[in-house]
């Protein structure tokens, strides 16, 4: 999408979008010829919702390519992925409000456990709580390293964040994580001949975090991905006149969201309490990027059923959405987190937009093989969605004369 066209052609309105978002909301059936995760729950809110909808799937990146959490995202949010490129490392960075400077290399870390022949056993050490987590940062955050400041802080669970702060560094670094199990974790390797120093470095850390760590269990490694420097984009505000917020409870998702400028707001909890901090701030804003994590998490770990449970949950809150009388709501997710696979896959992820503006389809329930026949088609460039939304919300003026 060409942002400087959306932000010429922008207008004010009272309206109000949502933009639901259950992360790895895509699926695939357990059984060939069976359904998908989101097809075998019950979900008659949602079902009801398609009727009264355009449906269709959306593609995150672009045909066959798996994506990031951070591209699915910056998608949805009008940002085309394939142009507007930013790693973990920033994101995670955002996520937890660390000062990051226009020089810093950030990379998203992941404690894992390793066995006695240095092999990964599992990338994210049992899921090991934030307190546990914390405890290990502040471990690493006593590495020295020449001419350079580090910084390890805690994110969530296994999920760390390590920044090097110093001149000359550069993002141009490969990633350690191998996102696989029963091999070592990779070595860095600098992508460009400017980032020989930076690699250097991220070898001397990563050298005396696994003998800082070597007697901890299960998280006796850590393993390094995303690293980035902070980008200068155009403001989701200016872009699409909107005062947008986003409620999100895993940092990540906090960082993308203020990447991009929205305001975060403080939640806690668990999704009931996503949609009382919804509530409460209805008034003060155009546009909500609500997002629900733990539908990918059950993807990722292969747990077919307990994914189902999540989205039927989320079945349940949608009537307390809804009753806020949003003149745009978007239901879709990132992108597509099949527990058969237990990891992120290329498929189109489902969609609908209901609109008080809008004219439904024919879709009458909400899942994979419905959402083919919907007026959104099937495989539409995630970018595409919110400039759509912007028109159902009478926020967008005539092309041309």
């Known amino acids: 999408m060409d942002l400087d066209l959306i932000a010429q052609l922008q207008q004010p309105a009272d309206s109000k979008i949502v933009l639901l978002v259950m992360d790895g909301l895509g699926g695939l059936p357990r059984k060939e010829g069976g359904r998908t995760e989101l097809e075998t729950a019950q979900t008659p809110n949602m079902d009801a919702l398609a009727t009264r909808s355009i449906c269709g799937l959306h593609q995150p990146v672009a045909t066959g390519v798996t994506p990031g959490s951070g591209p699915a995202h910056l998608g949805l949010f009008g940002y085309d992925p394939l142009v507007y490129h930013v790693q973990r490392g920033v994101l995670s960075a955002l996520g937890i409000d660390f000062p990051l400077e226009a020089q810093d290399v950030a990379a998203r870390g992941n404690f894992c456990t390793i066995d006695d022949r240095g092999r990964v056993t599992d990338r994210r ?10 405890e290990l940062c502040e471990i690493l955050s006593q590495i020295e ?9 805690p994110v969530k669970d296994y999920r760390a964040l390590f920044v090097l702060r110093g001149e000359g560094l550069s993002e141009a670094i490969s990633e350690t994580d191998p996102q696989a199990t029963g091999v070592p974790p990779l070595e860095p390797q600098a992508l460009r001949p400017e980032a020989a120093k930076t690699a250097e470095l991220v070898k001397q850390f990563l050298a005396q975090a696994q003998d800082a760590l070597a007697d901890r269990h299960p998280a006796n490694g850590i393993v390094l991905r995303g690293f ?12 699409y006149g909107l005062r947008a917020a986003a409620i999100a409870l895993y ?7 203020k990447l991009v400028g929205m305001e975060v707001l403080d939640v806690h909890g668990e999704i009931e309490d996503e949609v009382a901090t919804l509530e409460q701030a209805w008034g003060d804003y155009d546009f909500f990027f609500f997002h629900v994590k733990p539908t990918d998490s059950a993807g990722e ?18 009537p307390r959405i809804l009753a806020l009388d ?26 609908m937009l209901y609109s008080k503006t809008g004219r439904p389809d024919s879709v009458t329930s909400f899942g994979e093989k419905a959402c083919l026949a919907g007026a959104i088609g099937p495989r539409m460039p995630a970018c595409e ?3 759509l939304a912007l028109g159902h919300a009478l926020r967008m003026q005539k092309y041309g004369a």
């Not at 390293?145 to 802080?153: C, R, T, W």
């Not at 940092?251 to 969201?257: I, Q």
């Open 125 to 134: 050490a049992g899921r090991i709580p934030t307190e546990v987590g914390a």
């Open 385 to 387: 969605l919110l400039p």
């Open 145 to 153: 390293l020449p001419g350079v400041e580090v910084f390890v802080e």
């Open 228 to 239: 980035a420097q902070k980008p200068n984009w155009p403001s989701f505000s200016d872009v």
């Open 326 to 351: 949003p003149d745009v709501l978007v239901v879709t997710g990132d992108h597509s987190t099949p527990a058969v696979l237990k990891s992120h896959s290329w498929h189109p992820v489902p969609a």
């Open 301 to 318: 770990d292969g747990d077919f059923d307990r994914k189902v449970g999540l989205i039927e949950h989320v079945d349940t809150l949608l």
């Open 251 to 257: 940092p990540m998702y906090r960082g993308v969201a």
